[in-house]
Nanobody, 119 residues
Framework: QVQLVESGGGSVQTGGSLRLSCAAS????????MAWFRQAPGKEREGVAI???????NYADSVKGRFTISQDKAKNTLFLQMNSLKPEDTAMYYC?????????????WGQGTQVTVSS
């Protein structure tokens, strides 16, 4: 049974940094693609960053230059380094894992970790 468990969330002030982790377990071969999403209260869930099995990445415009997605494939762990945090980054952050089919078809989701940025 595949499980994704996020950690690393917390409360920081504007300009601070956090590093989120997502540990994936239960995989035989590992996912083809993984991503971070976030959802703020009253807003729709949005994609933040994605990484495929080749290490290619893509970011939402709102986080480019501030966030970095990476992975330790040997440990099936996904990371999101978040720098220069802003109050608008406040949200529940979720990791997702999937299979590449021309796009990342997500089939597993974590429970989320809260990030709160105060001004």
């Amino acid at each position: 049974q595949v499980q994704l468990v996020e950690s690393g969330g917390g409360s920081v002030q504007t300009g601070g940094s956090l590093r989120l982790s997502c540990a994936a377990s239960g995989y035989t071969y590992g996912p083809n693609c993984m991503a971070w999403f976030r959802q703020a209260p009253g807003k729709e869930r949005e994609g933040v960053a994605i990484i495929d099995s080749d290490g290619d990445t893509n970011y939402a415009d709102s986080v480019k230059g501030r966030f970095t997605i990476s992975q330790d494939k040997a440990k099936n762990t996904l990371f999101l380094q978040m720098n220069s945090l802003k109050p608008e980054d406040t949200a529940m952050y979720y990791c997702a894992a999937g299979i590449w089919a021309g796009y990342c078809a997500y089939n597993y989701w974590g429970q989320g970790t809260q990030v709160t940025v105060s001004s």
